[in-house]
């Protein structure tokens, strides 16, 4: 959705129709491809989910709570979501270091969450891989 800059209604803009993007917003070569919602019938069942990314709760396969998606990367030109950036906690954050995931570790993604494999291992399980056995 894009509100074009003389106009009052929001409008449709398909990503394949954008040129460039820019400082000042997105470049494309015509007017004509912003279309109204009721002109795209084949796109209205995926219109009317209106699926936002921001704000989306993101867990592990295992059910560990990673976050909430705060930001989100996308291949300027696919248009296909490369990286999501989610919030911690606020004790998490004075803790470690921001996580970002990549789309290759998406493993579901639904009306609710995004679910993501999880690869990380406890501290105190990679301590106990690598620790040599007391002698």
Do not use: C, H
């Not at 449709?12 to 007017?31: Q, S, Y």
């Not at 993101?58 to 999501?84: F, H, I, M, P």
């Not at 789309?103 to 690598?130: C, N």
């Amino acid at each position: 959705f894009v509100k074009p800059l003389r106009e009052r209604d929001e409008k449709i803009l398909v990503a394949n129709d954008i040129r460039e993007i820019g400082l000042g917003g997105l470049i494309i070569d015509d007017e004509d491809k912003l279309m109204e919602q009721e002109d795209l019938v084949r796109m209205q069942e995926l219109i009317e989910i209106d699926y936002e990314i921001i704000g989306k709760r993101v867990e592990t396969d295992r059910g560990r709570k990673v976050g909430k998606v705060q930001d989100y990367a996308v291949d300027d030109r696919s248009w296909d979501v490369q990286k999501l950036y989610p919030s911690r906690s606020i004790i998490k954050d004075f803790s470690t270091t921001g996580t970002i995931i990549d789309r290759k570790q998406i493993y579901e993604v639904t009306d609710r969450k995004i679910i993501v494999k999880d690869v990380d291992i406890k501290a105190d399980e990679k301590v106990l891989a690598t620790s040599q056995p007391v002698v």
